[in-house]
């Protein structure tokens, strides 16, 4: 018993060695490592790779960002530049062909040519007289005892009838007053071929008037002038009184005869 009992403990003492001999060289590296249970630990170990990064890959991935990051903040700034530089390109383009635009049409040229042409200055009127002029006298048949004077622009210039007609029948030796309410609100201007009208009451409808006399002959004066007119009356000649007056030159005859 004895015997066997020492044999025994030599044997679990020697099974002990071994065993710690067996741990230490794993502990050291030194030992066989089974694949399969390598492969095993790998694969436990996979928790920490695909939620926790180690140290050298985060290390890794942060600095491959940051280049990313920084390779595109400088396409996005050369982007921006050239869009920049385009941009001012295309505005001083722009500018530049507004300008030489507007300068096309402001036209220095067409000034210049406007300023070469000379414009046709306009005549001035003048009095009209009777070497530009025709006059001639009807006895209208309304309104009664009325002669109407029409004057005709036979000249190239414009003329003005200016004020009313002095008029003198046969040897008379004054002349007849204007009818101040006919005084029309411009001067009458006749272009050539154009004519003006003034009327003359012969006299007073009612036979109220004086001093009447048959007058054979007429003068018509124009604007107090020398100019004298002397248009022709009927043979029998026109009968006049105390009531005979002129109106004021007008453009129109209906306007002369409301006088």
């Not at 002959?217 to 105390?242: H, N, W």
């Amino acid at each position: 018993m004895s015997a066997r009992t020492n044999r025994t403990r030599m044997l679990a003492a020697a099974a002990l060695a071994v065993a710690a001999m067996t741990l230490t060289a794993c502990n050291n590296g030194e030992g066989t490592r089974d694949e399969g249970a390598s492969t095993a630990s790998v694969s436990t170990s996979s928790p920490t790779a695909a939620g926790t990064s180690s140290p050298e890959a985060s290390e890794g991935t942060s600095t491959g960002a940051a280049q990313a990051g920084s390779a595109a903040s400088a396409h996005s700034a050369g982007s921006a530049a050239s869009t920049s530089k385009g941009s001012t390109g295309g505005a001083a383009g722009s500018s530049a062909a507004g300008s030489s635009g507007t300068t096309g049409a402001s036209g220095s040229t067409g000034s210049q040519g406007s300023k070469g042409s000379k414009s046709v200055p306009v005549p001035a009127s003048t009095s009209c007289s009777s070497t530009s002029t025709r006059t001639t006298a009807t006895v209208v048949s309304r309104p009664l005892n009325h002669l109407l004077l029409t004057v005709t622009n036979t000249g190239s210039k414009n003329c003005d009838l200016v004020g009313y007609p002095i008029v003198r029948f046969s040897e008379a030796q004054s002349v007849p007053p204007a009818i101040e309410a006919s005084k029309p609100q411009a001067v009458v201007t006749l272009a050539p071929g154009e004519s003006g009208y003034a009327s003359v009451l012969l006299s007073a409808a009612d036979g109220s008037g004086s001093h009447g006399y048959t007058a054979k002959s007429l003068a018509v004066y124009f604007d107090k002038s020398q100019s004298v007119a002397r248009p022709s009356l009927p043979t029998k000649g026109v009968y006049i009184d105390s009531s005979l007056s002129v109106s004021y030159w007008q453009s129109d005859m209906a306007d002369a005869l409301a006088w």
